[in-house]
């Protein structure tokens, strides 16, 4: 769902052939209302009809809000969440996170959508993870190994991220590209991805970074921004073959 959607989810549907790669072992299925499209995978086996129902009832809430305050959701700079004492949660942490990272809530959607949906799920779930268009939350201790998708870049599915704990982890891990996708962006990097304590949080850093890259001698100084950012762990920048990474992920070859 694109930043400043002018109060509409606007995230096209379309086929994601990334889904048939081999993933994590479980349960996974999609699931699916008007412009939301998400893969889940989880341990639980008979958690299609939650989810439904969750993004149901998220959908809801945020389209009524949006219907109420059309300017909230066209606005492509932080709006205060004292400014709007009504909005549903999910528009509250959108606000939040699009305060931390400087743009507009809607930069937020895709990422908070996935997490709201995937906290239903571990309910009843050991370790679940949410997809929202790329835009992922994973929960649960496991080692996670993400591939990073980047358009044309020679490094797109080469390329991936590792994440360990021997806690259990808790994050979102959102992308944004200035070259792919609908979301709206203001740069021209092949992919941003940003490893951040939630998945609101880490899509509005990944738009907010992302519309930095200009070529590839943004490269490092936008990652060595995006981990200035509260609750930002981990970022990767990719440009052409060329990238930059830091912080509490590893690399990974996977080609």
Known sequence: MSEGGGGRFSRHCRKRSYRGLPSVPGFAFEVGIAESDLWVNSSHPGLREQAYESLLRLRRGLEDFLE?????????VPVPVAAYPL???LAREMMSAAAVAGVGPMAAVAGAVAEALGRDLMKRADWV?????GDIFLAGRRRWRL????GDSPLSGRLGIELQSAEPITCGVCTSSGRIGHSLS???ADAVTIVAANAAL???AATAM???VRGRKDLAGVVKKALELPGVSGAVAVYGDRLAAAGELELIDLS
């Open 68 to 76: 109420r305050c059309p300017e909230w959701g066209g606005s492509l």
């Open 87 to 89: 909005a549903p949660p």
């Open 147 to 150: 591939a990073v998708f980047a």
């Open 202 to 204: 880490a899509d509005a």
């Open 210 to 212: 992302g519309n930095l």
């Open 186 to 188: 203001r740069g021209s």
């Open 129 to 133: 993870v949410v997809e929202n268009g």
